[in-house]
């Protein structure tokens, strides 16, 4: 049996579907890197809302996906931009997100860290707002019993006048946070208001800025996630850490390599591309805990086309594709987002992501998801 999927131009091709999944199973903690999914949330697709109506979530499904992420060994990064972060998901649901999150990571023994930033802002503000904004939400995030990860802020790129404003805010608030952070460096592909963050375009400045925070307090950094798509730089920055700061690649372009490491290191892992290989990551991962590189890059690197594929340009829309395979494999009911983001991407992006994540074994029930692929389809007018 086949199905016919658009291509690139409209053209419908054959494409026969595998019959079975991989084979994963759960396992033991890992041992050689630590490995946080970003998580998506399930939309309620019975709320009766508009795209600019507060997010209304599915919270069973959303904790039962993280349990999904938990027993693969997984840690969750929790409120982040997978999960609509800023883009659907407002503060006073990123709120509730992490309190639930947190105590469900809790009871079942799961690893959970969550992002901290400034979204209550929603208009112009001052530096003094933004560092208060920061600390009320590491406040509720410390709260919780979860690690916290100091996420970018847009109120703080649009009001820092240089680098010392973040050295500054970033500085007071690491003195302030009980235990180590994350911090996050999310570049401009990922949110366009964040261009110029630690203080200039210049990424070699920027750089030194955000260098500069971490070797100032060493003893409340616990590492830093890097997502700027660019290998070399991450692997530059790797190496300038002071001794016991990890690196979290949050490169979903070059994740095998950087993972892998090199003579000089590696870096551990903070990944929305991990939202959908979550098992097969897992998998990979304990691989690489046996000493057997080459084994973990065959079973990863294949995984990189797709990922390149969801986080395509313009690259903060990979959450549609994110939460279209949840959909696909099981995971939800249905193929709705908070804010209405499943319009944007186009059905040729669906046809090649559910290509390439079942070529992969992503699916549970491979029957299930080439039923639901011609659903979406039919949606579309394409008759099978």
């Not at 060994?73 to 639930?100: H, K, N, P, Y």
């Not at 947190?102 to 003094?128: F, H, K, M």
């Not at 009001?159 to 460096?185: C, F, I, M, N, T």
């Not at 203080?199 to 955000?210: E, H, K, M, R, V």
Request: proline share 6%; net charge negative; charged share 20%.
């Amino acid at each position: 049996m086949t199905i016919q999927l658009p291509d690139s131009s409209g053209a419908l091709r054959a494409y026969e579907p595998r019959r079975e999944p991989l084979a994963v199973i759960s396992g033991t903690p890992f041992t050689s890197r630590t490995v946080f999914s970003a998580a998506h949330v399930v939309a309620d697709p019975f709320a009766d809302t508009s795209p600019d109506s507060a997010a209304a979530v599915d919270w069973d499904a959303t904790l039962a996906f993280r349990r999904h992420l938990w027993s693969h060994g997984l840690g969750v990064a929790e409120a982040m931009d997978t999960a609509q972060r800023g883009m659907g998901l407002d503060w006073a649901g990123a709120a509730e997100l992490i309190r639930r999150s947190a105590a469900e990571a809790q009871a079942v023994g799961g690893r959970i860290a969550c992002g901290v930033g400034t979204d209550q802002l929603t208009g112009p503000a001052s530096l003094a707002d933004v560092q208060a904004a920061y600390e009320e939400q590491l406040a509720l995030v410390e709260a919780s019993g979860a690690q916290a990860i100091l996420m970018a802020s847009r109120a703080l790129a649009a009001v820092a006048k240089g680098p010392e404003d973040y050295l500054e805010v970033y500085g007071h608030l690491l003195r302030q946070a009980s235990e180590p952070v994350v911090l996050h460096w999310l570049g401009p592909m990922f949110d366009p208001a964040l261009e110029g963050y630690w203080g200039s375009s210049d990424l070699d400045a920027a750089t030194d800025t955000f260098l500069d925070v971490v070797a100032a307090h060493p003893d409340k950094v616990d590492g830093i996630k890097v997502s700027l798509l660019e290998a070399q730089r991450e692997i530059d920055i790797r190496r300038r850490l002071p001794q016991g700061v990890r690196c979290y690649t949050g490169d979903d372009f070059n994740y095998p390599e950087l993972i892998a490491g090199d003579e000089q290191g590696f870096s551990h892992a903070l990944l929305g591309i991990f939202d959908p290989l979550g098992p097969l990551a897992a998998e990979a991962v304990r691989v690489l805990d046996t000493g057997n590189t080459a084994g973990f890059r065959e079973l990863l690197d294949p995984t990189v086309e797709l990922s390149r594929h969801l986080f395509q340009p313009p690259t903060r829309f990979y959450k549609t594709g994110v939460v279209f395979l949840a959909w696909l494999a099981g995971h939800q009911t249905h193929f709705t987002m908070v804010g209405g983001l499943q319009s944007a991407r186009s059905l040729p992006h669906f046809a090649r992501a559910y290509q390439l994540a079942d070529g992969l074994g992503l699916f549970p029930d491979p029957k299930l998801a080439e039923e639901r692929m011609k659903n979406l389809l039919a949606l579309y007018g394409v008759t099978q």
